[in-house]
């Protein structure tokens, strides 16, 4: 896809904004800035078209886990009755639908330059601008630079020894192939079992010929029962969009549903159970609002797990392949969630294998196959990473940002990401990330917390303007206070329980172990942020031009 037209007559001069990104936040930031505001902005996109990790990621299964109707923009009713989804739990290409069905009714596309990869953004304090370099050598200059890079869009390929020596072929999930893979009797390794490994794995066994499932960590997962909407549903989700809409905005996580306020040990065990099984029916991420201590309280997390694990043993008819899928170190809800559709069912076909590789680790890949500590080799045709992200801060890292003096962003965040709100970093005015790290983000529906952001930043760009102050940066201080808050929330919960989570970064080899994610809820979170705003950015250093002057 060719860059638009309108895209490319915008100079370097003549810009007020640079968007990095034409996901769910880069299209919605455009908007805010472009149509409220009035702004001069361009969204670069490394991609052929919008759509984030939802272009990228066309792996088999690849489903969002919130339900469709809250999985979308909330900021116009216009839009929500226009859009009708077909399922409850939309599947990519009708996320990807979606998404270029926004960009064209709000002419989005205009100022996106596609198939652009940005290389590097360094600021001036002279001119207090930022300039980005593209991977063609492009330079484009603004005022603001904005990241709305994604939390789950940078792949992580282990490096594993003799991957180049492999004779078949490989792919990660978060880079598949547009054209799709052929695993028509195909012996097919998939290493990774988190999120998208639960769901890729169940249909690619529908046409492998063999498929071996290795697995490090066991997790649990609910079914998402997921079904066609019927027209009585679409029309009650439609009449109910106000409601809909404050729920998820007053709930911690974003969903369209609220958490029962009652504690695990306030019913007996029998009624306990029958909740368990009505949520287990009910099926998806609403599982974890049966009861208000689940994330919060290990005794009470453990009938949760307990429930799950023997959900696993009941499904799984071989007690062996049972009992490694039910070995779980974590607890309930401590890693994200998955929902899957028939995933444990998936391991009772013959032509299905588990490999327990915590007890055997894989120790590399050989030219026809996979090889453990004990010598053991499973020959296949075609290996899938269902690894994961170098989730938070890896996207950003990569663009080889540096703020002020030529500081690094990899460098000011060697020990960890430290910023304020999850939104600016000390040392890069100017410059905003969207549901970066210390931000409730990957906690919450997506689309709940990008548009808190994108509102709040365009709010804030649109203060400056009309206050005369052109630059704005994060104190210090205020990081400090900001990253012990984030530590605070997430030891009030079971979070950092689970040690082998991406959430801490753990999943990438010599990465800070810091718990990335803000888990004090998206609604308290929100109120922060607009206290904040209100006290005339608090913490934040703001500065008129005249004291700009060298």
């Given at each position: 896809?060719?860059?638009?037209?309108?895209?490319?007559?915008?100079?370097?001069?003549?810009?007020?904004?640079?968007?990095?990104?034409?996901?769910?936040?880069?299209?919605?930031?455009?908007?805010?800035?472009?149509?409220?505001?009035?702004?001069?902005?361009?969204?670069?996109?490394?991609?052929?078209?919008?759509?984030?990790?939802?272009?990228?990621?066309?792996?088999?299964?690849?489903?969002?886990?919130?339900?469709?109707?809250?999985?979308?923009?909330?900021?116009?009713?216009?839009?929500?009755?226009?859009?009708?989804?077909?399922?409850?739990?939309?599947?990519?290409?009708?996320?990807?639908?979606?998404?270029?069905?926004?960009?064209?009714?709000?002419?989005?596309?205009?100022?996106?330059?596609?198939?652009?990869?940005?290389?590097?953004?360094?600021?001036?304090?002279?001119?207090?601008?930022?300039?980005?370099?593209?991977?063609?050598?492009?330079?484009?200059?603004?005022?603001?630079?904005?990241?709305?890079?994604?939390?789950?869009?940078?792949?992580?390929?282990?490096?594993?020894?003799?991957?180049?020596?492999?004779?078949?072929?490989?792919?990660?999930?978060?880079?598949?192939?547009?054209?799709?893979?052929?695993?028509?009797?195909?012996?097919?390794?998939?290493?990774?079992?988190?999120?998208?490994?639960?769901?890729?794995?169940?249909?690619?066994?529908?046409?492998?010929?063999?498929?071996?499932?290795?697995?490090?960590?066991?997790?649990?997962?609910?079914?998402?029962?997921?079904?066609?909407?019927?027209?009585?549903?679409?029309?009650?989700?439609?009449?109910?969009?106000?409601?809909?809409?404050?729920?998820?905005?007053?709930?911690?996580?974003?969903?369209?549903?609220?958490?029962?306020?009652?504690?695990?040990?306030?019913?007996?065990?029998?009624?306990?159970?029958?909740?368990?099984?009505?949520?287990?029916?009910?099926?998806?991420?609403?599982?974890?609002?049966?009861?208000?201590?689940?994330?919060?309280?290990?005794?009470?997390?453990?009938?949760?797990?307990?429930?799950?694990?023997?959900?696993?043993?009941?499904?799984?008819?071989?007690?062996?392949?049972?009992?490694?899928?039910?070995?779980?170190?974590?607890?309930?809800?401590?890693?994200?969630?998955?929902?899957?559709?028939?995933?444990?069912?998936?391991?009772?076909?013959?032509?299905?294998?588990?490999?327990?590789?915590?007890?055997?680790?894989?120790?590399?890949?050989?030219?026809?196959?996979?090889?453990?500590?004990?010598?053991?080799?499973?020959?296949?045709?075609?290996?899938?990473?269902?690894?994961?992200?170098?989730?938070?801060?890896?996207?950003?890292?990569?663009?080889?940002?540096?703020?002020?003096?030529?500081?690094?962003?990899?460098?000011?965040?060697?020990?960890?990401?430290r910023n304020y709100l999850g939104l600016q970093v000390a040392g890069f005015p100017n410059m905003f990330t969207i549901t970066g790290p210390g931000s409730p983000s990957v906690l919450c529906n997506m689309p709940v917390p990008i548009e808190q952001h994108a509102e709040?930043?365009?709010?804030?760009?649109?203060?400056?303007?009309?206050?005369?102050?052109?630059?704005?940066?994060?104190?210090?201080?205020?990081?400090?206070?900001?990253?012990?808050?984030?530590?605070?929330?997430?030891?009030?919960?079971?979070?950092?329980?689970?040690?082998?989570?991406?959430?801490?970064?753990?999943?990438?080899?010599?990465?800070?172990?810091?718990?990335?994610?803000?888990?004090?809820?998206?609604?308290?979170?929100?109120?922060?942020?607009?206290?904040?705003?209100?006290?005339?950015?608090?913490?934040?250093?703001?500065?008129?031009?005249?004291?700009?002057?060298?």
């Open positions: 896809m060719a860059n638009s037209t309108s895209a490319a007559r915008t100079t370097a001069t003549d810009l007020d904004a640079i968007i990095i990104g034409a996901g769910l936040s880069g299209m919605y930031q455009l908007h805010c800035l472009r149509d409220r505001l009035g702004l001069k902005a361009t969204v670069l996109e490394a991609a052929g078209g919008v759509g984030g990790t939802w272009y990228w990621n066309r792996y088999p299964g690849a489903r969002c886990d919130s339900e469709s109707h809250s999985y979308c923009f909330q900021f116009s009713d216009d839009l929500l009755n226009e859009w009708e989804w077909s399922e409850r739990y939309p599947e990519q290409p009708e996320i990807l639908r979606y998404m270029n069905f926004v960009a064209d009714k709000l002419d989005l596309k205009r100022d996106i330059r596609f198939n652009t990869r940005v290389t590097g953004a360094t600021y001036d304090e002279a001119a207090n601008r930022w300039t980005v370099t593209t991977e063609a050598g492009d330079k484009v200059s603004a005022k603001f630079l904005i990241t709305a890079v994604g939390c789950l869009s940078t792949a992580n390929v282990p490096k594993i020894p003799g991957l180049e020596t492999f004779q078949g072929k490989w792919y990660h999930t978060g880079l598949w192939p547009h054209e799709g893979v052929d695993f028509r009797g195909k012996r097919v390794a998939q290493i990774g079992t988190g999120s998208t490994g639960i769901q890729a794995a169940p249909v690619i066994a529908k046409t492998a010929g063999h498929l071996t499932v290795f697995q490090r960590t066991a997790n649990y997962s609910v079914p998402a029962h997921n079904a066609p909407l019927s027209p009585e549903r679409k029309k009650e989700l439609k009449a109910r969009i106000g409601e809909t809409r404050r729920t998820m905005r007053s709930t911690p996580n974003g969903h369209p549903f609220t958490i029962e306020d009652r504690s695990v040990f306030d019913v007996s065990d029998e009624e306990r159970r029958q909740i368990f099984e009505k949520q287990w029916e009910k099926g998806g991420l609403q599982f974890r609002a049966a009861f208000n201590d689940i994330t919060t309280s290990k005794k009470a997390n453990d009938t949760a797990a307990e429930f799950l694990k023997d959900k696993i043993r009941q499904i799984v008819k071989d007690p062996k392949t049972a009992q490694i899928l039910a070995d779980i170190d974590h607890p309930y809800a401590a890693k994200r969630p998955p929902i899957d559709s028939f995933y444990f069912e998936t391991f009772n076909q013959p032509h299905v294998t588990l490999v327990d590789v915590r007890s055997d680790p894989i120790e590399a890949i050989t030219p026809k196959g996979i090889r453990l500590k004990s010598g053991a080799e499973h020959e296949v045709d075609i290996i899938v990473f269902a690894t994961g992200f170098d989730a938070m801060t890896g996207s950003l890292v990569k663009l080889n940002i540096k703020g002020r003096g030529g500081l690094p962003l990899a460098k000011a965040w060697e020990a960890g990401p709040w930043i365009a709010d804030c760009i649109d203060h400056m303007r009309r206050n005369g102050i052109e630059r704005i940066e994060a104190k210090p201080e205020s990081m400090d206070r900001w990253v012990a808050h984030v530590n605070e929330a997430a030891n009030a919960t079971l979070l950092p329980e689970a040690h082998h989570s991406w959430y801490l970064g753990a999943n990438v080899p010599g990465k800070p172990r810091v718990f990335m994610p803000y888990a004090g809820g998206m609604a308290r979170y929100k109120d922060i942020c607009d206290e904040v705003a209100a006290k005339g950015y608090e913490g934040f250093e703001l500065q008129r031009a005249p004291a700009m002057a060298k």
